[in-house]
T-cell receptor, first 111, second 113 residues
Framework: GQQVMQIPQYQHVQEGEDFTTYCNSSTTLSNIQWYKQRPGGHPVFLIQLVKSGEVKKQKRLTFQFGEAKKNSSLHITATQTTDVGTYFCAIFMEYGNKLVFGAGTILRVKS | DAGVIQSPRHEVTEMGQEVTLRCKPISGHDYLFWYRQTMMRGLELLIYFNNNVPIDDSGMPEDRFSAKMPNASFSTLKIQPSEPRDSAVYFC???????????FGSGTRLTVV
């Protein structure tokens, strides 16, 4: 079935450094969603990207959808300790009307 | 809005016992989803409902798992009999009709000993 690969699995950064996580698919995606899960918490919806080449920003977070709609990235500028958690991309599969999650990238921020 | 409400938050049970997890979705949300999260397998979709009707249960591991949604404000996930490999965090999520983001509950951490 349709899958999405997410890299890296884990990243440990110094506070103030930037962070990027990537999602890649072998097939064209209709859209992609991003979620954040704090340690011990539950996934929280961040954003959905739909259009080819789309770029959206939420404060220090920048989300991109590739021109071919096969990849996406989440970039955090100047990380803070509040950014720690696992970031998931997820594909919304319309034919099945269900969301399939990537494996997630664990972000740790050292202050 | 109280969000998606799950109970219990934690459950410890002995192998062979029946376990029932409960979920109250956000009012007005047409879709309800049950996910399981483990370190090894990540977030797995078990089953989802649309307007209280089960649509896709292909992710349910085996016959020991069953889910119901008797009305728009309540769903259960039952495991009978439970096994240690069922230990995981079980999340319920809901969303309105259309390609919107999901709202997850706080989850139930199940430990089967």
């Amino acid at each position: 079935g349709q899958q999405v690969m997410q890299i890296p699995q884990y990243q440990h950064v110094q506070e103030g450094e930037d962070f990027t996580t990537y999602c890649n698919s072998s097939t064209t995606l209709s859209n992609i969603q991003w979620y954040k899960q704090r340690p011990g918490g539950h996934p929280v919806f961040l954003i959905q990207l739909v259009k080819s080449g789309e770029v959206k920003k939420q404060k220090r977070l920048t989300f991109q959808f590739g021109e071919a709609k096969k990849n996406s990235s989440l970039h955090i500028t100047a990380t803070q300790t509040t950014d720690v958690g696992t970031y998931f991309c997820a594909i919304f599969m319309e034919y099945g009307n269900k969301l399939v999650f990537g494996a997630g990238t664990i972000l740790r921020v050292k202050s | 809005d109280a969000g998606v409400i799950q109970s219990p938050r934690h459950e410890v049970t002995e192998m062979g016992q029946e376990v029932t997890l409960r979920c109250k979705p956000i009012s007005g949300h047409d879709y309800l989803f049950w996910y399981r999260q483990t370190m090894m397998r990540g977030l797995e979709l078990l089953i989802y409902f649309n307007n209280n009707v089960p649509i896709d249960d292909s992710g349910m591991p085996e016959d020991r798992f069953s889910a119901k949604m008797p009305n728009a404000s309540f769903s259960t996930l039952k495991i009978q009999p439970s096994e240690p490999r069922d230990s995981a965090v079980y999340f319920c999520a809901s969303r309105p009709g259309g390609p919107y983001g999901y709202t997850f509950g706080s989850g139930t951490r199940l430990t089967v000993v």
